[in-house]
């Protein structure tokens, strides 16, 4: 069983900047496919950004591009998503996911049924 435990959230002002930090119990990262989701009131879980196995693929939602970076931590067990820029429009609860089961290092991974395993949440509030 993996346990992870983000951290990072918090209220930012418009064009602000937050770093959520996603790190697991006992496992290492470095073979898994990473996801960051955020789910607003009223709107279903969708993706933010993904990480290959690889590091060398990533996804952005369109909405974010340019403005948020996902990276694994050097010592592999922690995913970070650093959000510059932030606007209104970000604000919800932001989940980290594992996708332990990738069987290739290049490939992402977009449907919420990919992960395995998912941190706790944890609420971003841009303020206009």
């Known amino acids: 069983q993996v346990q992870m435990v983000e951290s990072g959230g918090g209220l930012v002002q418009h064009v602000g900047s937050l770093r959520l930090s996603c790190a697991a119990s006992?496992?290492?990262?470095?073979?898994?496919?990473l996801g960051w989701f955020r789910q607003a009131p009223g709107n279903e879980r969708e993706i933010v950004a993904a990480?290959?196995?690889?590091?060398?693929?990533?996804y952005y939602k369109d909405s974010v591009k340019g403005r948020f970076t996902i990276s694994r931590g050097n010592a592999k067990n922690t995913v970070y998503l650093q959000m510059n820029d932030l606007k209104p429009e970000d604000t919800a609860v932001y989940y980290c996911?594992?996708?332990?089961?990738?069987?290739?290092?290049?490939?992402?991974?977009?449907?919420?049924?990919?992960?395995?395993?998912w941190g706790q949440g944890t609420q971003v509030t841009v303020s206009s």
């Open positions: 996911a594992v996708n332990s089961r990738a069987l290739f290092s290049g490939t992402l991974y977009y449907r919420i049924e990919a992960y395995d395993y």
């Open positions: 006992g496992r290492n990262f470095s073979r898994y496919a």
């Open positions: 990480l290959s196995r690889s590091d060398k693929v990533t």
